[in-house]
Structure formats: structure tokens, C-alpha cells
């Protein structure tokens, strides 16, 4: 199966195109975050996305939660390359892939020099030379189970142009993360038609302007000190005095959604006319730590995605 291929069979099982992206899951046990996966499936989402910091290790997460689902996608925002070798990740992958076919995008990220050096003790290196070489060491590893032998999905964590270009070049697309329409635009130009484009976009769904700065504070504290994510933020066209410890007004209003559904709504359509394929909605709760169950299902209404 070509690149091009597996992306249009990956269009033609977005329903919705609408997805949840969340670490909330983290902040209960296992078995709750099955249970919440099943309300997430119920709700019409097409997909439930998550990523890998100090916390669940990716594939058996993802595997646990699509065995609680019957059809809902589960993606990995991202796995970690530095986490697991290439051989590792694709006996996983393929593993997971055989079990649920259809079901699992695995989505690969270089993360940030803290989270490398710091908690796992590896040597943080160029981003677009170590993406290229983990994804060329993928096509490469020997897999010898039994089981239908396509290799499952994959997207990359791409925010600059040349990441953007490796993910067209060696994966089937990119699921930026903490960026605006005007980012996705650039991304899709860069992508082309022809290669998957997953957006997240965070949501506070709240009418209280302080409620609002608290939430968006809250979710962009860890990541205003990541320099990664400082060096997207200035090619966007923001600058060193917007990335104070949870990010300047101007910052928040550009990345967190406030206000009700509807606002949320005109969001959702703008990165969809931007060239999303799909888009991830991460609804932040009053409390970051628990899943927002309630926010999940005021968009599912509004949407009318609900299954009957």
C-alpha cells in the first residue's frame, strides 16, 4: 500500500473528523480510563488521542483502550522515539495494528531536551536528522510475526517547515500540536494533498474571562518553557515577551479557545478550512487532572455526533 493510499483510507474512516485529544486520562486509574474511552466512542468522536511524558507507556495504553472501544481510533500524540529503539516500536505498532485494523495511528515525536536528558537520561539530538534516521531504522526492522504485514499509520510531530517536509516525505502525515489556523495553512502547503494533517486545538469552554486565563495559564505553564515550542510560537509571530511562565494574554487568546460552543465551533471550521483532515479538541475542565466528561458531551451535542 503507497503513502498516498493509506491517507485516503484514513479520510474515508474520519466521520466526524472530529477527535479528543487529552491527558486527563493520566490523572485516574486504568480502568477509568477504559470506562472514559467507552464515553468518548459513544459521544461520536472519531478518535482519542494522547501523549507519553511520565506516565502510561503508549502502546500498552493504546492497546488497552481500543480493546475497551469497538470503533473508535486511538492515536498516540506523541510516542516518544527516544522512549523505545525503531525495532521495538514497530513490533508494537504492527502488533496493535494486526489486533484492531484500522483503529491505530501511531504518531512519533523527537519531544524536548528536559524530557529526554533530564527524566530519561539520553543524549537530546538534531530533531530532523534523528526523526529521519528512527523512521528509516522503521522500514528496515525485521518483523517476522504472523499477521497481515502492512506497516500501521504514521504521523509526525511537526512543527517547522522541515519537519513538515520530513513528514511528507517519510510518514503518511503531521498532527501539530499548540498551533493556530494560520499554522495549519502553512503545514498544508508544505504536506500537500496528499499526506494526513491532524490538529489539536485547545478549548475552554467558559464564559468568565479570569476562569479562562486560569485554564489556559494552567495548560500552557509546562509547555511556554519548552523551546520548541517557543521557536513555533515566533515563526506564528510571537516573541520572547508573550512566553512568560504560561504564556502572555495575546498567547493564550491565540491558542485557547474561550467561550462557549460556538466559539469552539468557528475553530474547529477554521483549521478544517485551513486543510485539517481532522481535528483534535482538547477541552480543558476546571480541574486539568480530571477528564471533562461534561465539555465532552456539550460538544458532542452541539455537533450532533452523538450515535443513536
Known amino acids: 500500500m503507497s503513502d498516498e493510499q493509506r491517507a485516503d483510507g484514513w479520510r474515508g474512516r474520519f466521520g466526524s473528523k472530529i477527535g479528543i485529544w487529552t491527558l486527563a486520562l493520566e490523572g485516574i486509574e486504568i480502568r477509568q480510563a477504559m470506562d472514559q474511552a467507552k464515553i468518548v466512542e459513544k459521544l461520536g468522536f472519531d478518535s482519542l488521542f494522547f501523549g507519553e511524558a511520565y506516565g502510561r507507556e503508549a502502546f500498552v495504553n493504546s492497546t488497552l483502550l481500543l480493546g475497551a472501544t469497538s470503533s473508535l481510533i486511538i492515536g498516540t500524540g506523541i510516542a516518544n522515539i527516544y522512549a523505545r529503539d525503531a525495532m521495538a516500536a514497530n513490533a508494537a505498532a504492527r502488533t496493535i495494528n494486526d489486533a484492531f485494523p484500522g483503529r491505530f495511528i501511531m504518531g512519533l515525536g523527537v519531544s524536548h531536551l528536559p524530557l529526554v536528558e ?30 497481515p504485514g502492512d506497516r500501521p499509520t504514521r504521523i509526525i510531530a511537526a512543527l517547522g517547515p522541515k519537519m513538515l517536509e520530513l513528514s511528507r516525505e517519510m510518514a503518511d502525515g503531521a498532527h501539530p500540536y499548540l498551533v ?14 496528499d499526506r494526513l494533517l491532524v490538529v489539536e486545538q485547545a478549548v475552554a469552554l467558559t464564559n468568565d474571562r479570569d476562569e479562562f486565563l486560569r ?25 520572547d515577551e508573550d512566553f512568560v511562565r504560561g504564556g502572555s494574554e495575546r498567547l493564550k487568546d ?41 465539555d465532552w458531551k456539550r460538544m458532542s451535542d452541539y455537533l450532533q455526533l452523538t450515535r443513536h
Open 118 to 147: 533530564r527524566f530519561r537520561g539520553h543524549t537530546y539530538q538534531n530533531p530532523i536528522d534523528t526523526m529521519s534516521s528512527y523512521l528509516e531504522a522503521l522500514d528496515k526492522a525485521t518483523f517476522m510475526a504472523k499477521g
Open 254 to 294: 491565540a491558542l485557547v479557545t474561550f467561550g462557549d460552543e460556538e466559539a469552539a465551533g468557528r475553530m474547529i471550521q477554521a483549521h478544517f478550512d485551513a486543510g485539517a483532515d481532522q481535528v483534535l479538541l482538547q477541552l480543558l475542565g476546571e480541574d486539568m487532572t480530571k477528564p471533562p466528561a461534561e
Open 215 to 239: 485554564r489556559a495559564h494552567s495548560h500552557l505553564e509546562f509547555y511556554s518553557g519548552l523551546p520548541n515550542y517557543r521557536n513555533s510560537w515566533k515563526r506564528q509571530g510571537y516573541s
Open 180 to 193: 493556530t489556523p494560520a499554522h495549519t495553512e502553512m503545514a498544508r502547503k508544505i504536506l500537500g494533498p
